[in-house]
Each structure stands twice: as structure tokens, then as C-alpha cells.
């Protein structure tokens, strides 16, 4: 059987391994084309081009899948089955009529909530307390296909969308070869998605990644952990963009030495949103909607992130100021 597996970033890796290693002969790996990193901007190939090329299996780059061109390099090479894991591109419908097992996908939500390319962030900014994968087959809509098999995954209050990138790109492979054997031979019976059930996650823009202060402190502690490690949330400190990667959650504020006031809710009541409280070497309190919050891990312009101890010896923030104006 000739396998054609088509995935970019580190989350497809897990997948094409699992493939690998249970013996499905991987025919060719179809990826997005390499691309500028780091300040150098160096062209960096993607992780699964990297991973297919420590295996000895071709590697298909083209810039554009809806190209005949494209369409017809990968035609030629019989696939029986075509795999694909955030690859990162919608597959024209003239791909999806060429293998006899059909074009499925490892998707990184319970569909058919989360459809879309950002999935694992929005998931944890929306507050989910469980995501999961679900393989699906393709369609020529954005993740509309019937699906075929999923596996739930909780969200914890100390997950990041990169913990939880990790849980489900292992739990997607686990699925997937799973699932496979069943799918071959015919046992499988898909059930369609209710539509009525579909939300959309969008990928991010920039303006989904500022921090608005007015909302409550636990939206404002899922939002900046749902962008942590990539792209960061933000808010603005004199006019320059400051990053906030890590913040406490809000429960546990009576803890916090010496910031009573964030324990009960009520900081700084009568106090305009994204004004700083208070600045101690635990973290830097600001008011938000609904009480405060408190962050622990931040990232002036121009400087690398670091914690809020750390920021207050080189650079104090005073109380009153107003972040995000």
C-alpha cells in the first residue's frame, strides 16, 4: 500500500513516525516549502520535511497544492491513501478523488467545534476544559468531512497551548494508527458532523493577540496561556509593545505574599482596566474587568522574556500606570 503523508509543523511529526514505525510504506511527504527563521532569516526546512529526510523518503514542496502540476506529481504516485496532519493547505477536490482509501485528516479538535487553524489556541483562550482529535475524512470544505474516529483530551488550569500542542499530536498518532487497520479494511462507518454544532477557529491576527483589560481575570488568564509559547499576547507599555507569556491563575491569588487586595476580587474597584496596582517581586498586579491579575512573566520591547523580579530591578513599574493605552 502506498501511503502519501502531508504535514508541516512539529504537531505531524508524532503522526508520520506512528506510520513509520508500524510499517506503512510512505510513498512521498508533501510539506509546505521552507522558510525564513530566525533573525537571520535563514530558509529553514519544516519539521516534517525533516523528519521524512532522516527516513530516506521523498519530499514534495510545492507552493501551491491547487497547482495541476502539484496535483499530478502526487497522482503518479498511486496513493492508496493519503494522510495528512496540519499541513496547512486546503486539498483541491481533483486530489481528493485520487486514492481509493479516501484522503483523511488528524485534526487537532473534537469536531465539529473547532474547525479551522487554530484550533489548540483557541480551544484554551475560549476557557475548553476538554479538546481532543478527531480523524476525519477530507472534504472539500474547512474540516467539514465525516468523521471517522476521536479521542478526548482535558485542558488543565497549568496547560499552555504548547503542553497541550504535545498531548494531542501523541494522542492524534496513537489514534491514527488505531484507527487505520479498521478504515482498510471496510469497518469503519463515518458519521457526518452537525452542522449545527460548528464553531470556527480562525487562524490568529494580530489584533486576537492583544489583551483587552476590560474582560474578566480568569478570560484574561486563558487568553494569555492559550498564545503561550506562539505568538505571545500583548498589551502596550508606553506606547511599545510588552509581551505577556505568563500570568497566575486568578484562584490563586490569596496565596500571592503581600497582595490581599488580588485575593478578594475586588482590586482597585473604581479603577479604569490595565492599571498596574502593584509591583513585587511575585508578579505585577493589574486591574481588569473583574478584579485583577497578576503576571509573572513578561517581555518589554527589544528585551528578552523574563520574570517580573527580574524586570523590577532593571525597570520599575510604577503603580497608576495604564497598560494597553
Excluded at 18 to 27: H, N, S, V
Excluded at 36 to 64: C, D, F, N, S, Y
Excluded at 165 to 170: I, P
Excluded at 293 to 309: D, E, N
Amino acid at each position: 500500500m502506498n501511503v502519501v503523508f502531508m504535514g508541516t509543523p512539529d504537531f505531524a511529526v508524532p503522526s508520520l513516525r506512528a506510520l513509520i514505525a508500524e510499517g506503512y510504506r510512505i510513498a512521498a511527504v508533501v510539506t509546505q516549502p521552507d522558510r525564513p527563521k530566525g533573525r537571520k532569516r535563514e530558509l529553514a526546512p519544516p519539521p516534517v520535511k525533516e523528519e521524512a529526510v532522516k527516513h530516506g523518503i521523498p519530499v514534495l514542496q510545492p507552493p501551491k497544492l491547487r497547482d495541476p502540476a502539484a496535483v499530478e506529481e502526487i497522482r503518479r504516485l498511486n496513493p492508496d491513501l493519503i494522510v495528512t496532519a496540519a499541513y496547512g493547505q486546503i486539498l483541491p477536490k481533483s486530489l481528493l478523488a485520487v486514492p481509493p482509501h479516501g484522503c483523511i485528516n488528524v485534526h487537532g479538535s473534537l469536531l465539529p467545534k473547532y474547525r479551522g487553524g487554530a484550533p489548540i489556541q483557541r480551544a484554551i483562550m475560549n476557557g475548553e476544559r476538554v479538546t481532543g482529535v478527531t480523524i476525519m475524512y477530507m472534504a472539500e470544505g474547512l474540516d467539514t468531512g465525516d468523521m471517522i474516529s476521536r479521542v478526548e483530551v482535558p485542558i488543565t488550569d497549568e496547560d499552555t497551548a504548547g503542553t497541550v500542542f504535545d498531548k494531542l499530536s501523541v494522542a492524534g498518532a496513537e489514534l491514527l494508527v488505531k484507527t487505520l487497520p479498521d478504515l482498510l479494511a471496510g469497518r469503519i462507518t463515518a458519521v457526518p458532523q452537525n452542522e449545527a454544532e460548528a464553531t470556527y477557529a480562525y487562524n490568529l491576527s494580530r489584533e486576537d493577540e492583544r489583551i483587552d483589560w476590560s474582560k474578566s481575570s480568569r478570560e484574561l488568564f486563558d487568553h494569555i496561556r492559550g498564545l503561550n509559547p506562539m505568538p505571545g499576547a500583548f498589551t502596550l507599555l508606553g506606547g511599545e509593545v510588552f509581551k505577556v507569556w505568563e500570568s497566575r491563575k486568578p484562584e490563586e491569588d490569596a496565596r500571592a505574599t503581600g497582595a490581599p487586595s488580588g485575593a478578594s476580587g475586588s482590586a482597585g474597584d473604581g479603577v479604569r482596566p490595565g492599571t498596574v496596582l502593584q509591583m513585587t517581586d511575585d508578579g505585577l498586579e493589574v486591574k481588569t474587568g473583574s478584579g485583577s491579575l497578576w503576571l509573572t512573566r513578561v517581555q518589554p520591547a527589544g528585551k528578552k522574556a523574563m520574570s517580573v523580579a527580574e524586570l523590577r530591578r532593571g525597570m520599575p513599574i510604577p503603580p497608576g500606570t495604564v497598560l494597553g493605552g
